[in-house]
């Protein structure tokens, strides 16, 4: 029952009924079908890949960072951990 639903929802939608005859307006030949229809979902979510190609690069920016500072806080704990011994 949901499923159904969720199918009708999606097929009425604008963008839906755009990019099926985009599809079925391009020239015989299943690749270039497959290209036309992977262009037009590109346009459409090309600020949204954009953005989470800004975020994928912050964290592992951030990782990169944490994992070549972890050597100065075992340094840092062996000092702390010997200094008093002396």
């Known amino acids: 029952m949901l499923t159904d639903e ?3 929802w999606v097929a009425h939608q604008s963008w839906f009924k755009t990019t099926l005859r985009n599809v079925l307006k391009a020239p015989n030949g299943s690749f270039s079908t497959l290209l036309v229809w992977g262009n037009d979902l590109y346009q459409r979510y ?3 890949l954009e953005a989470f190609t800004y ?3 912050t964290f592992v920016i951030c990782l990169a960072l944490i ?6 806080f075992a340094v840092a704990a062996l000092v702390g951990s010997v200094d008093g011994l002396v």
């Open 67 to 72: 994992l070549f500072s972890l050597p100065i």
């Open 55 to 57: 975020v994928v690069q």
């Open 46 to 48: 090309d600020e949204c």
């Open 6 to 8: 969720a199918v009708s």
